[in-house]
T-cell receptor
Framework: ELKVEQNPLFLSMQEGKNYTIYCNYS?????LYWYRQDPGKSLESLFV???NGAVKQEGRLMASLDTKARLSTLHITAAVHDLSATYFC????????????WGLGTSLAVNP | KAGVTQTPRYLIKTRGQQVTLSCSPI?????VSWYQQTPGQGLQFLFE???????NKGNFPGRFSGRQFSNSRSEMNVSTLELGDSALYLC???????????FGPGTRLLVL
C-alpha cells in the first residue's frame, strides 16, 4: 500500500533563510501534489508534478519531483512570514485504486 | 467562479446520532472527494464520486457513506456517531478524478 512521508513535520525558520521540505512515497505514482493550509482554513493547491524531473516555481516556492527516488522537494527561498502555514504533499496511487494518499504535513513557522 | 461550498460549517452532535454533510462542487466539476482531517491522523481519504458513481473508497467503517447527485452535489452521512468521529470533514472537487482537487472550507464536527 502506498505510504507518504513528509519531513520535517515541524519547521521554525527565520525570515530570509532557505529551507527544503521532503516528501517520500513508497510505490509507483503518476502525479504528486503540494498543498498549503493556513490555520483554521481549507487547503489551497500549490503545484502538481507529473513527470520525472518536473520543476515548478511560484514566488518563493519551488517544487521538484524525482520519480526514480520517489521523492519530491518543496524548496523555500528567502522565507517571509506570510509563508507560515502547513504544507502537505499528496500522491495519487497508480493502478486500479487511484486514491490520493496524503503526508502528515509540515507545519512551517517563519519568524521575524 | 464560486468555489466549493460545504454546509453546515459547524456541527455539534452526541454519540449515537447521525449526521449528513453537504458539498456543492465548483460549477462544471464532476468529481467529488471527501476527507477526514484530525490532528493525529492527518488527512484521510473517505470516498470519491464521479458521475454519481463511487469510484474509490478509503478504509472507514460502513457507518460512513456518501452519494452524489446528478448535479454533482454530494452528501456524506455518518451514522451512530462515535467520539472519535470528531474532525474536520473536507470536500474537494475536480473536473475529473485525476485532476487537481479544489477544497471547500470544511465542516467541523464535534461529537459529545
Amino acid at each position: 500500500e502506498l505510504k507518504v512521508e513528509q519531513n520535517p513535520l515541524f519547521l521554525s525558520m527565520q525570515e530570509g533563510k532557505n529551507y527544503t521540505i521532503y516528501c517520500n512515497y513508497s510505490t509507483t505514482s503518476d502525479r504528486l501534489y503540494w498543498y498549503r493550509q493556513d490555520p483554521g482554513k481549507s487547503l489551497e493547491s500549490l503545484f502538481v508534478l507529473l513527470s520525472n524531473g518536473a520543476v515548478k516555481q511560484e514566488g518563493r516556492l519551488m517544487a521538484s519531483l524525482d520519480t526514480k527516488a520517489r521523492l519530491s522537494t518543496l524548496h523555500i527561498t528567502a522565507a517571509v512570514h506570510d509563508l507560515s502555514a502547513t504544507y502537505f504533499c499528496a500522491v495519487r496511487n497508480a493502478g486500479n485504486n487511484r486514491k490520493l494518499i496524503w503526508g502528515l504535513g509540515t507545519s512551517l513557522a517563519v519568524n521575524p | 467562479k464560486a468555489g466549493v461550498t460545504q454546509t453546515p460549517r459547524y456541527l455539534i452532535k452526541t454519540r449515537g446520532q447521525q449526521v449528513t454533510l453537504s458539498c456543492s462542487p465548483i460549477s462544471g466539476h464532476r468529481s467529488v472527494s471527501w476527507y477526514q482531517q484530525t490532528p493525529g491522523q492527518g488527512l484521510q481519504f473517505l470516498f470519491e464520486y464521479f458521475s454519481e458513481t463511487q469510484r474509490n473508497k478509503g478504509n472507514f467503517p460502513g457507518r460512513f457513506s456518501g452519494r452524489q447527485f446528478s448535479n454533482s452535489r454530494s452528501e456524506m452521512n455518518v451514522s451512530t456517531l462515535e467520539l472519535g468521529d470528531s474532525a474536520l470533514y473536507l470536500c474537494a472537487s475536480s473536473f475529473v478524478p485525476q485532476e487537481t482537487q479544489y477544497f471547500g472550507p470544511g465542516t467541523r464536527l464535534l461529537v459529545l
